[in-house]
């Protein structure tokens, strides 16, 4: 068990977002990578995530304005979205993204609507607890190897 | 999108895998961030691409910049199935698609499409860790097939990895060997530079058009539709070419014909053309016509005499046939049915197979030939105007892509007026004889899908003497037929000479008045006339053209004899 503080906090928080199924292996795998010439690596990647995938989520909300859904198009654009969100390990995310391309492919409207809230739900969760995770990772300093989750 | 670029410097001659060159393309900004890490992690050289299109300029700007390519399934500017084609025949490099849709359909097109595997998103370092693998095998797979090399193999493993990267050539450090296939050599002459069979290089023979015209006579005879490096190779018969050497050629060829049959705007289909999958699982369906194949052969093979200055003819001769092979192969490579080419289209191919054959055989020979054009020559040229201006203007977006320099091109818009006009009407002619073509073998084909090759030219150029002559007596000659004429003329010799004599290179009162071409009637001037003359076969007879040994071209399929017409005006005006 860490000794410092900060460590041990963030070695909670840490924990906690992968028991809570907000993370999944990815995010071991970045971790993994972070190393002397990258030492905010992790962050880094999940910065650029939030700032490309937030084109994504503007485009399908525009596409379910229109009426009647373009299923294709929202499928494509989950897809992308769904590859992006694989990228940081980010669980439940692609969870909802993989349900929301369920309804796509069987052309229920409803489901996907009511999908996609959820989906940003989770995904603006996600975003203020790992917001919170780097905020105390900065102030604890470079932790010492990575923990792989249970 | 990201780009970076980690320069385009040789792999460091570390222990294999290090230093292995990787292209990552993708359009997702965060995961081409994370796999660049990794792939550095692993010691490997990386370059990254957020657009298809821009790694494939990559790609061919530097033809040995790469060992592997790593690419997105889904990506907006081009299908990733798209770039793994265009990869894997123009630059002969292992593709690894990747997607985070891991569905069977979705894999077993990447594995169709040459992809020589397929990672899910998200992926872990430990599966780039072996894409190594898929670089060694290739290699290795090339090597098994040269015979000699069988002992040198167990030499090549046990030798450190250094030498299988040092520029893309296998038992690398022979210099005086890679600096002598460099592709700037004189190919004017017929010699040939082939690699060192004992040497496991990478195909660094120099296709001279000699060379060339024996390999796509082999694929003729072989049937495009079977052939294979090994098959050609064999009928080749040419010591110390490598299967190697020619599995490289094919693709390149392969790809050539693909790229410019889908850039062609074909309407016209071509009758009786097939298409099928390459044997050696390729992206691109190409399928040739047996006697579409021959023909270029054929005319390859045949040796022309023209009234005009005989090596002048022979140089455009041998330019055509780089040409022509890309002509032949374009209509029926293109699957979805706009097979045949009217004239436009072959022009178009024309064009653009001058810029594959400055590409295989090296600018030297082929700015020679156009550049040493006579004027009599080119007058013959002038009734081709039209499809060349065609070609021209439509195949522009291709030349940069090869490297070539983009002659200062006159005004496309009134090329392309002209172009549009006289495409609607020649188009009917050429249906109809093309329909005829079918089934015939070597000139007959040859002419059919290059009227605007040189080839073509020549050939016409055999038939008009003898039409002319018989034919001077024709005076209803139009003011505007011959200033038609005159403008086909100069814009003909804009595109006889391809991309390679510069405007400045033709006379100026010709380019002047190509400029003022514009606005011709041209289709007009080709379609009222008639001359039922020009079939009669006895003239083909005559003309000393038909000296090769290729059946007799039917000449009512060779020419619409509007175009005659025009030609003979430019000739005897």
């Known amino acids: 068990m860490e000794r410092n503080p900060l460590r041990r906090q963030l070695q909670i928080m840490r924990k906690s977002l992968f028991d809570q199924g907000y993370l999944d292996e990815q995010f071991v795998q970045l971790e993994e990578l972070q190393d002397d010439s990258n030492p905010n690596f992790v962050e880094e990647v999940v910065t650029l995530y939030y700032r490309d995938s937030a084109r994504l989520i503007l485009n399908i909300e525009q596409a379910l304005e229109r009426k009647p859904y373009n299923f294709h198009k929202l499928d494509a654009y989950m897809h992308q979205f769904k590859g992006s969100s694989s990228s940081i390990g980010a669980k439940k995310v692609k969870a909802e993204s993989t349900l929301f391309r369920e309804y796509c492919k069987s052309g229920n409207g409803e489901g996907c609507m009511r999908c996609f809230q959820q989906l940003k739900k989770e995904y603006a969760t996600l975003r203020k607890k790992l917001e919170a995770y780097f905020q105390v990772a900065r102030q604890a300093g470079p932790m010492e190897t990575a923990c792989r989750p249970k | 999108m990201v780009l970076l670029e980690s320069g385009f410097s040789s792999p460091r001659n570390d222990v294999f895998p290090a230093g292995l060159r990787v292209l990552v393309v993708d359009d997702d900004p965060t995961w081409l961030k994370i796999l660049e890490k990794m792939l550095k992690k692993c010691s490997y050289e990386v370059t990254t691409c957020g657009l298809a299109r821009d790694a494939l300029n990559l790609l061919r700007e530097r033809k040995d910049g790469y060992d592997i390519v790593i690419s997105d399934v889904n990506m907006p500017d081009m299908d990733g199935f798209k770039l793994l084609e265009h990869v894997g025949l123009e630059m002969d490099l292992p593709v690894i698609m990747m997607s985070v849709d891991g569905e069977t359909s979705r894999v077993m097109k990447g594995v169709q499409h040459g992809a020589c595997d397929y990672l899910l998103k998200p992926i872990r370092m430990k599966e780039l860790r072996n894409i190594w693998q898929h670089v060694f ?381 514009d606005g011709y009637p041209m289709n007009i001037a080709l379609q009222n006339f008639d001359f039922p003359e020009y079939n009669d076969p006895a003239l083909i007879d005559e003309t000393p053209f038909y000296s090769y040994d290729a059946p007799r071209l039917d000449h009512e399929h060779l020419f619409d004899p509007t175009e005659y017409y025009a030609i003979d005006q430019g000739l005897f005006v």
């Not at chain 2, 040739?288 to 194949?293: D, E, F």
């Not at chain 2, 780089?322 to 045949?340: M, Q, W, Y």
């Not at chain 2, 082929?366 to 195949?395: D, H, L, M, N």
């Open chain 2, 137 to 517: 095998r290739k290699k290795i797979h090339e090597v098994r097939d040269i015979e000699s090399l069988e002992g040198i193999e167990s030499i090549q493993m046990t030798r450190s990895g250094c030498d299988l990267f040092d520029d893309g050539h296998f038992l690398g450090g022979d210099d005086t060997t890679s600096g002598r296939k460099r592709k700037d050599a004189d190919n004017k002459h017929e010699d040939r530079d082939l690699s060192d069979p004992s040497s496991t290089k990478k195909a660094r023979v120099i296709w001279t058009v000699d060379l060339h015209q024996k390999f796509v006579k082999a694929v003729n005879q072989i049937g495009f539709d079977k052939v294979g490096p090994k098959k050609i190779l064999d009928l080749m018969n040419i010591p110390r070419l490598t299967r190697e050497n020619v599995a490289s050629h094919l693709q390149k060829y392969r790809l050539y014909l693909s790229r410019l049959q889908k850039e062609s705007d074909i309407k016209n289909s071509f009758i009786g053309m097939k298409h099928s999958d390459p044997p050696n699982n390729s992206t691109a369906s190409f399928g040739l016509h047996k006697p579409s194949n021959t023909m270029p052969d054929d005319v390859l093979n045949g040796t022309y005499s023209f009234p005009v200055n005989n090596s002048l003819v022979q140089t455009v001769d041998v330019k055509g046939q780089g040409d022509r092979h890309g002509i032949a192969s374009v209509p029926v490579a293109e699957p979805k049915g706009a097979l045949s080419k009217d004239i436009p289209d072959s022009h178009k191919t024309k064009s653009s197979q001058m810029s594959f054959d400055h590409y295989s055989l090296g600018s030297a020979a082929s700015g020679v030939s156009f550049a040493s054009f006579g004027s009599t020559t080119q007058a013959r040229y002038s009734w081709t105007e039209i499809p060349e201006i065609q070609s021209k203007v439509e195949y522009e977006p291709v030349q940069p892509e090869n490297g070539f320099n983009q002659l200062p091109l006159p005004e496309p818009s009134m090329i392309e007026k002209e172009v549009n006009r006289s495409r609607t009407e020649v188009k009917p002619l050429f249906d109809e004889y093309r329909s005829n073509l079918v089934g015939h073998s070597s000139p007959a084909d040859l002419v059919d899908l290059f009227p605007g090759q040189s080839k073509n030219q020549t050939l016409k150029n055999q038939v008009f003497d003898p039409i002319s002559a018989t034919k001077s007596s024709i005076k209803t000659k139009d003011i505007s037929q011959n200033c038609l004429a005159d403008s086909e003329f100069a814009k003909r010799n804009l595109n006889a000479a391809g991309r390679e004599v510069t405007l400045a290179s033709l006379p100026e009162d010709l380019q002047i008045f190509w400029l003022q071409g």
